[in-house]
């Protein structure tokens, strides 16, 4: 998030896009009902009747996958209506004619043909974001998960550069992180191509901050592959060997068929995880792991606050703490990794990174956490950022166009299936369907669909149907409902009864490599 | 009636500790206060409303009841021996309302054997913790009846203890406790007269419950907190008298098992739904219908002692609910609709 959790208590309008958040962040969600009960507006922008829409202003339902064409179709409103903050633009940002010349084709009427949302609509929406005081774009999985999803976030970015809504308090563009960490291993460099703080790996003088921090030489200067990439090469033979922590792809990753086959591929699989996942099942070997009551260190939430968490309980058997498991691999690898605490682990990241530099363990220790940026020990973190200016100088317009989901309904597969979590279970179900309330609430896998596409099809409210894509197919429980719109299709990967990722479309946005969870081709049958 | 000096009370719990588990106010790094077992280092008498009802203690939020191993079957009744140092008058009556309610109809051996186990001693009140306190309405505080083996009024100088058991008497050290005089009596009805004064009437609960008792509530105040409802739960974890549990086993290995009960909400659709999949509290506002009616109607008259309701008045639920809708919110809308 650009800014921090309490301002949504101050902010005067949020554009809420793509994200379930009461289900997924309820004490978020929770914040904007009470906003929007003392009088904030509420713009909700969600293909599904979500339980914010209740409060909404205005409940824009597009059309799957079109977000790009409705962001544009706002800012060519305000941009023609004048409603954009000039002093904002010109002082703070650059491109601002490309931005313009690009979004000039989305007109409301070539909008609502692409995304189904009426012209008048689209049109309150831009008036009352742009000419709000405080508004914060709030977004999830709903805008990354597309093969556009690079593009999708740009645009909400352009949005809120356009109207001047960043870089103050209870404004920005605040992506609501969808597990407690990760932004943290993010900022710790478990991505490709960065190390902790994202410095650049193949910046010769960072690699030699780390090389001298750790006593090596020759640190390896080429780009890494992401998850995506990984199996794909491991189809291939090109990765032979594959450490997994705390993640289950055979449930997580897209066209699980072919996870299946690139694991299976591997000459040597480690999965090091609290419980025997789905995937683990096919490890080489299994690296019994603490769970987050059994461990200690630290956190970095949505807002960039990065919080201390102590060991509440011994792990049981043989399970141990992350960091001593990697400590000992590495130094039975030949590199003695000996770390005492993650107290030293974290005085190490302080001293190489510098967005880390001030958030020490013993700040940690005395109070609630401090937010990055926070370069040194007399600095008080950073509730919101691009305060003055952005960090690269002047925020750069970087306009989009309208590209549709990589697969489309035709005659065959002819519903649009989207995917995404529900209240009561956490991505794969490992914890939650072992947790026996949540199991109860939620028993088994199931999928909505709208009333008068159920009559089409014969199937009532509780029936098994089966879904089938061009991958695979799952059989589950119809939930009739008009939560969804007609010819969409909701289900949730978190059962592996059903797996829904045995449906999913193995494409990716070129950038983040993300795949398109939220929209591919299916057909539906009812199960006799 | 008891006096005893300030500066002792530290010391009276760590004798305790000698034949107890204490539990009571700790200081913690952060600056907040939370209940915990009894250290000297961070021990407090400067604490407000705890942020839990001491319910834990007798009702833990997930027990074993009992195991089986080999076919051999082992009831999970052995407790120590707990003392619970500085509750508030509104949870002793919470927990009298409860262990009333459990001891109801038949034996449950799983809490009664915590009861037995488990001493009180109350810290009353000088006016309201906070501003959802109101526990003169409900008849529950700011200073306790009965139930407790020890009750502790701050008089400024001195604390003065009063017994409510015979286990209360024994526990004042001779050491430490003496005897209070005839003016400590006077001192301690005008105080109790004081802090009575100061807790605010809310008199919307009356009024809410005359109109819940006449089933004259608009459907709408339902509709429109469930609309808004998060389903956590935590209205019903923070209630000092809210004791529905859920029972489920946990299989340990080919011939070995435990059963265990864990706290359940009604605000949770599972709670009511049958096998059939058919739920005869089908949607959120008839859920918290429920929920308030049993805390706000006498259902359970023959459990809530000489309270007003099944509420105690601790405001928790007001307090913590990330939206909302505490028993405050609940009674002042039905009062104003």
């Given at each position: 998030m650009t800014n921090t959790i309490n301002e949504f208590d101050e902010a005067d309008l949020f554009f809420v896009i793509g994200t379930n958040t009461t289900a997924q962040h309820p004490l978020i969600g929770s914040r904007i009902i009470n906003a929007k009960e003392r009088g904030a507006t509420l713009i909700v922008v969600d293909p599904r009747e979500i339980q914010l829409a209740r409060f909404a202003d205005l409940h824009l339902r597009q059309n799957i996958g079109t977000d790009v064409a409705v962001l544009n179709g706002i800012m060519k409103i305000i941009i023609e209506e004048e409603l954009y903050d000039v002093s904002f633009v010109e002082t703070r940002t650059e491109g601002f004619d490309d931005l313009k010349k690009t979004v000039a084709r989305y007109t409301p009427a070539i909008v609502e043909m692409i995304s189904g949302i009426p012209a008048s609509k689209l049109e309150t929406a831009a008036r009352l974001y742009a000419e709000a005081d405080g508004a914060m774009i709030v977004y999830a999985m709903g805008i990354t998960q597309h093969t556009t999803g690079t593009d999708n976030v740009k645009s909400c970015a352009n949005l809120a550069m356009l109207t001047g809504h960043v870089g103050r308090p209870a404004t920005g563009v605040n992506?609501?992180?969808?597990?407690?960490?990760?932004?943290?291993a993010c900022d710790m460099g478990a991505l490709p191509n960065v190390y902790s703080g994202y410095q650049k790996v193949i910046d010769d003088a960072v690699r030699e901050k780390f090389e001298s921090a750790w006593g090596v030489k020759e640190l390896d200067d080429k780009v890494g592959l992401t998850i995506t990439d990984m199996m794909a090469a491991a189809v291939t033979g090109d990765v032979k060997a594959l450490y997994v922590m705390g993640e289950n792809p055979m449930m997580s990753d897209p066209d699980s068929s072919h996870i299946e086959q690139a694991l299976s591929n591997l000459d040597f699989f480690v999965v090091q995880d609290i419980f025997l996942s789905e995937t683990a099942h096919l490890a080489d070997v299994v690296l019994p792991a603490a769970s987050f009551a059994e461990k200690s260190g630290t956190y970095t939430n949505s807002e960039r606050r990065v919080q201390l968490a102590r060991a509440a309980v011994t792990p049981p058997g043989t399970a141990r703490q992350d960091w001593e498991i990697i400590c000992d691999i590495a130094t039975r690898a030949g590199y003695a990794m000996a770390y005492a605490s993650p107290a030293e682990i974290l005085a190490e990241i302080n001293a190489v990174t510098p967005s880390y530099g001030g958030i020490t363990f013993d700040r940690l220790s005395g109070g609630y956490g401090l937010q990055w940026p926070c370069p040194n020990e007399e600095h008080p973190g950073t509730p919101y950022l691009h305060k003055d200016k952005f960090a690269k100088g002047l925020g750069t317009f970087l306009p989009c166009d309208f590209r549709p989901l990589a697969e489309v309904p035709d005659e065959e597969y002819d519903f649009l299936l989207t995917t995404g979590r529900i209240y009561y279970h956490f991505h794969t179900g490992t914890m939650t369907r072992r947790t026996n309330l949540l199991a109860r609430e939620a028993p088994g896998p199931t999928f909505e669909i709208h009333p008068d596409d159920a009559a089409k099809l014969g199937i009532r409210d509780g029936d098994m149907a089966e879904l089938e894509t061009r991958r695979g197919k799952i059989t589950l429980n119809a939930e009739v409902t008009d939560r969804v719109p007609r010819k969409v299709v909701f289900s949730t990967f978190h059962f592996n009864e059903a797996p829904v990722n045995l449906l999913t479309n193995p494409v990716f946005d070129p950038v983040a490599k993300i795949p398109e969870y939220k929209g591919c081709a299916v057909k539906i049958r009812r199960c006799s | 009636m008891k006096s005893c000096a300030k500066k002792d009370m530290g010391r009276v719990l760590k004798v305790w500790s000698e034949d107890y588990r204490v539990i009571g106010p700790a200081r913690q790094t952060q600056g907040d206060c939370i209940f915990d077992d009894f250290d000297e280092a961070t021990f407090t008498m400067d604490y407000g409303k705890p942020s839990l009802p001491p319910k834990g203690s007798l009702f833990p939020n997930s027990e074993i009841t009992f195991t089986v191993s080999e076919g051999e079957y082992h009831e999970n009744t052995e407790r120590e021996k707990v003392l619970l140092f500085g509750i508030r008058a509104c949870d002793m009556m919470g927990i009298r309302q409860a262990a009333n309610f459990m001891a109801r109809g038949?034996?449950?051996?799983?809490?009664?054997?915590?009861?037995?186990?488990?001493?009180?001693?109350?810290?009353?009140?000088?006016?309201?913790?906070?501003?959802?306190?109101?526990?003169?309405?409900?008849?529950?505080?700011?200073?306790?009846e009965k139930g407790f083996d020890l009750q502790i009024f701050d008089m400024g100088d001195v604390y003065l203890v009063e017994a409510g058991s015979e286990r209360g008497e024994m526990l004042m050290i001779e050491r430490f406790f003496t005897e209070a005089t005839s003016d400590d009596g006077e001192r301690l009805a005008s105080l109790k007269r004081e802090s009575a004064a100061k807790v605010a009437d809310v008199p919307a609960v009356r009024t809410a419950m005359e109109r819940l008792a006449a089933g004259d509530v608009d459907d709408a105040v339902w509709d429109y907190f469930g609309g808004k409802c998060i389903v956590c739960g935590g209205c019903a974890f923070v209630c000092p008298t809210c004791t529905c549990f859920t029972v489920y086993d946990v299989v340990r290995g080919p011939r070995e098992g435990e059963r265990v009960r864990a706290w359940d909400?009604?605000?949770?659709?599972?709670?009511?739904?049958?096998?059939?999949g058919h739920n005869p509290r089908s949607s959120q506002g008839l859920r918290l219908k429920r929920r308030h009616g049993h805390k706000l109607l006498d259902y359970n008259a023959a459990d809530i002692q000489e309270a007003v309701s099944g509420c105690v008045g601790c405001g928790r639920c007001s307090d913590y609910c990330p939206v909302h809708i505490g028993t405050l919110e609940v009674v002042k809308a039905i009062a104003a609709w």
């Open positions: 992506p609501l992180r969808g597990q407690n960490n990760v932004q943290g | 038949f034996d449950d051996p799983f809490y009664r054997a915590r009861c037995e186990n488990v001493l009180t001693v109350v810290m009353a009140c000088k006016g309201p913790q906070n501003e959802t306190c109101f526990c003169t309405t409900m008849r529950s505080g700011p200073w306790a909400a009604c605000l949770f659709a599972g709670f009511t739904r049958e096998a059939s």
